[in-house]
DNA sequence: ATGTTC
């Protein structure tokens, strides 16, 4: 932390969680989660944003999360809350970039043979292509989207109908954070309307939709997993809950909505900054990135309607790949069977109620937490145990699947969404050795579809795992119920069979 | 994160 935003606020220790108080300011503290070491490795961007959104109107909360760093307007690894506005930066880019978890029926030693481990990698990445634009065409076993069942994807989500319609089981839906998405006047009709009246403009609809089960770049993956339950009672209990089998094998996926939910988040950016100039209304810390809209607006309805599309896109998009992995399994090992352990976003805006009254509650590399007994858990599979939060780490430390604890009302009931960069891409391309990365990932035995592993992905990039475990867990947001440990990892990269 | 230079 700099001197120059220290004399901008006030720090008040309080027990593992500390609170950022802008000088001068009457609004309530940012609660900031994270062990000291984690507190001093936030940058001058990261604070200067946390208190331009703490300040910013209607925001009555603000939480940091131990993996926070410079984001769009706000940081990512924060919570934003506000009973009368929305937020897109908040939201970001990938709208309802999640995560998901398959449990097949596989033991773990059906996975060690290196040619079954090929064979997987071929035939889950023959139906679920990586990288930038990638679509069906690059997928030969790919579902095929036409245009009018692309529609139902966005605006139904994953209806009983759009689910039987591409292969992905009905009852994976009660598994969802959430399964569907609806307009800003709760109805699915406002979500078709603004579709219909957005087609036009947006570039290559077909080509977007086309991307439907299909992962995407950056830190976005696919991984199959051995599950490790911990040895207590309690987490074997919890896990038992979960659907997760101790020595099986799991399979762990980040992506979110692709083209379409980049395209409508930067559509939201452009429009709401270009009002903003026109009106000449201030930003809050001048960041043009932090624009909003007072609920109830004609721009807040426009906003909550294209988040609410690209969610429902985000939410087909994992069940469907889901489905894909499961049958690539099907085609290499007959008879596997896996069920969705939990599918759940790190990038969405909810309406949840904060301090007895509704909010939308905006998650930007955040994770909800609910724990046992919560009441939105109600007549779920998950109301006497919490619901699963899936945390990926890296391939060599493992992911963890963790349970909240009451301790996480502190954090408006979220914690972190994964380990947190180390290293900026460009850092990582410099300081890393090629060689060396993909040695240690031959060396802890574990095959990629990449020839080599991308660099600036290395798990060395990200922050020690076991470290922002800790933070989580001082904190008493959530406990750890198992850990992950990769077999192989499906990454966008050169290709082993370029 | 991304139709990776609308």
Redesign the pocket.
């Known amino acids: 932390m700099t001197t120059t935003t220290q004399s901008k606020y006030q720090i008040l220790p309080r027990g593992e969680a500390t609170a950022i108080l802008p000088t001068g300011s009457k609004h309530s503290p940012i609660t900031v989660i994270g062990t000291e070491p984690i507190r001093s490795s936030f940058d001058e961007l990261c604070l200067q944003q946390a208190i331009n959104s703490r300040t910013a109107p209607g925001v009555t909360n603000l939480v940091l999360n131990p993996d926070a760093h410079g984001g769009y307007g706000a940081p990512v690894g924060c919570v934003l809350v506000s009973p009368t506005h929305v937020y897109p930066g908040p939201v970001?880019?990938?709208i309802k970039?999640s995560m998901s978890l398959l449990q097949t029926s596989l033991p773990a030693d059906a996975v060690i043979d290196k040619q079954t481990r090929r064979a997987l990698i071929d035939a889950i990445c023959e139906r679920t292509p990586t990288?930038?634009?990638?679509g069906q065409r690059n997928a030969p076993k790919s579902r095929h989207v036409e245009e009018a069942l692309g529609k139902r994807v966005l605006t139904e989500g994953a209806s009983p109908g759009v689910c039987r319609e591409l292969g992905i089981p009905v009852e994976w839906a009660s598994r969802c954070e959430d399964s569907f998405h609806v307009g800003h006047d709760d109805s699915t009709g406002a979500l078709a309307l603004r579709l219909e009246k957005l087609l036009p403009h947006?570039?290559?609809f077909d080509?977007?939709i086309s991307?439907l089960g299909s992962?995407?770049?950056?830190?976005?993956f696919g991984e199959c997993e051995a599950v490790e339950v911990g040895d207590d009672q309690r987490s074997r209990d919890i896990a038992k809950t979960f659907g997760l089998i101790d020595g099986g094998i799991a399979f762990l996926s980040h992506?979110?909505?692709?083209?379409i939910?980049?395209?409508l988040a930067?559509?939201q950016f452009k429009s709401l900054q270009a009002k903003f100039e026109q009106w000449d209304i201030p930003l809050p810390g001048k960041d043009r990135e932090l624009v909003y809209a007072p609920l109830g607006t004609p721009e807040a309805n426009a906003y909550l309607d294209d988040m609410a599309l690209g969610a429902n896109f985000a939410t087909v998009n994992h069940l469907l790949i889901n489905a894909l992995v499961l049958e690539a399994f099907q085609e290499v090992l007959p008879g596997t069977t896996g069920e969705l352990v939990y599918f759940i976003s790190h990038n969405i805006a909810r309406k949840e109620i904060v301090d007895n009254r509704p909010a939308w509650v905006h998650r930007k590399g955040a994770t909800r937490a609910y724990p046992a007994g919560h009441f939105a858990l109600k007549g779920t599979p998950f109301a006497e145990t919490g619901h699963p939060i899936l945390l990926p780490g890296n391939p060599q430390a493992g992911s963890a699947v963790m349970v909240a604890e009451a301790g996480a009302e502190a954090s408006c009931y979220s914690v972190n969404h994964g380990a947190g960069r180390q290293l900026g891409r460009k850092a990582a391309k410099r300081e890393l050795d090629q060689r060396q990365v993909d040695q240690s990932f031959a060396d802890a035995d574990i095959l990629s579809n990449c020839r080599q592993y991308p660099i600036d992905e290395a798990p060395a990039a990200y922050k020690d795992f076991d470290e922002v475990l800790r933070s989580v867990k001082s904190a008493g947001l959530a406990s750890e119920v198992a850990r992950l440990k990769a077999r192989f990892v499906i990454k966008?990269g050169d290709k082993a069979d370029d």
Not at 131 to 134: L, Q, V
Not at 255 to 259: E, F, K, L, N, V
Request: charged letters at 15%; hydrophobic letters at 15%; proline letters at 0%.
């Open positions: 970001g880019v990938d970039c990288g930038a634009g990638k947006i570039y290559q080509a977007k991307q992962y995407g770049g950056g830190n976005h992506c979110g909505s692709r083209g939910g980049h395209s930067t559509g966008d």
